[in-house]
């Protein structure tokens, strides 16, 4: 597939702090960037060097299920003090990936991820996107995709939904849910209310009552919309794990093998140590 004429013109370089800043506003998470270890920008040559994107680079979680389970347990095992600095050694997170929106389209997403991921100098790269699905810009970087498990309280709630007439279809349309709940006889509406509520403990006890609009009807009517929203919006949430094995790493496989088997020999000598000492 040949690149378009405006693709040519574009190169990936170091960024910093005011490349950022420049698209930031386009992301649709918040603009604060808070701690980042790399910036790259992509660069319209023709444009008087202008940025049309950049990807930033943080310090990996210290604890991700899907990363357990992407790496075959690789990094479970040991003391905290050695599984952090066990992961932070070997693992960079991309946190943001921002197109400028004349520039989408193009692929340049996947181009940023792609072009950068070897630049980090690191075994494993990781990412997680809220709308990995919508748009898998990280999959056509090379990135394998592995979904979240939805939690036990939003599989308990679809189902409490759909034993009341409510099906999964139904679940993007926040005014269809609350319309539907509005003409529930009341053994029903009482039973998916407490099934509500106990959805809810998990995210503060402030949107569990839907009268908190006052006396007047219209807004109790947008508070019990609003809760509906927020609810369905928490049943959507289920972000996408991707990772990235660096191939030049491959080779040091084995070491880092022994590595950890370095580490656990050492645990288990500091217990038997301290059983000894009793």
């Given amino acids: 597939m040949k690149k378009c004429s405006v693709c040519k013109k574009l190169r990936i370089e170091t960024g910093c702090l005011d490349d950022y800043k420049q698209l930031a506003h386009y992301h649709y998470r918040d603009s604060r960037l808070g701690p980042f270890k790399a910036i ?4 319209n040559e023709a444009e008087r060097a202008e940025t049309v994107g950049v ?3 943080a310090m990996p979680m210290p604890g991700l299920e899907l990363r357990n389970a992407a790496t075959n347990n690789f990094f479970v095992g040991f003391d905290r003090s050695t599984q952090l600095a066990l992961i932070n050694r070997n693992i960079r997170c991309i ?7 004349r520039y989408r389209g193009l692929g340049l997403a996947s181009r940023l991820v792609r072009e950068t991921m070897p630049k980090m100098n690191v075994p494993i790269i990781e990412a997680m996107a809220v709308m990995g699905l919508v748009n898998p810009f990280f999959e ?3 990135m394998k995709a592995l979904t979240v498990k939805m939690p036990a309280r939003c599989v308990r709630l679809i189902e409490a939904f759909s034993m009341v007439g409510i099906e999964d279809p139904d679940l993007i349309d926040a005014k269809k849910v609350q319309r539907k709940l509005a003409q529930l006889p009341s053994l029903q509406s009482e039973f998916i209310e407490r099934e509500i509520e106990c959805f809810l403990q998990s995210y503060g006890g402030h949107r569990n009552n839907p009268a908190s609009g006052g006396r007047d009807q219209a807004r109790c009517c947008w508070a019990a919309l609003e809760r509906i929203r927020y609810i369905l919006s928490k049943l959507t949430d289920r972000p996408v794990y991707y990772i ?5 790493f ?3 496989c084995s070491s880092s093998i022994k590595m950890k088997r370095v580490a656990n020999a050492r645990n288990e000598n500091r217990e038997s140590s301290i059983k000894d000492s009793n």
């Fill in 140 to 142: 056509k970087a090379g």
């Fill in 250 to 252: 491959d080779a040091g």
């Fill in 244 to 248: 990235w094995f660096n191939p030049i």
């Fill in 40 to 43: 790259f920008a992509l660069k």
């Fill in 95 to 101: 946190s943001r990936v921002i197109i400028e929106p």
């Fill in 55 to 57: 990807i930033v680079y």
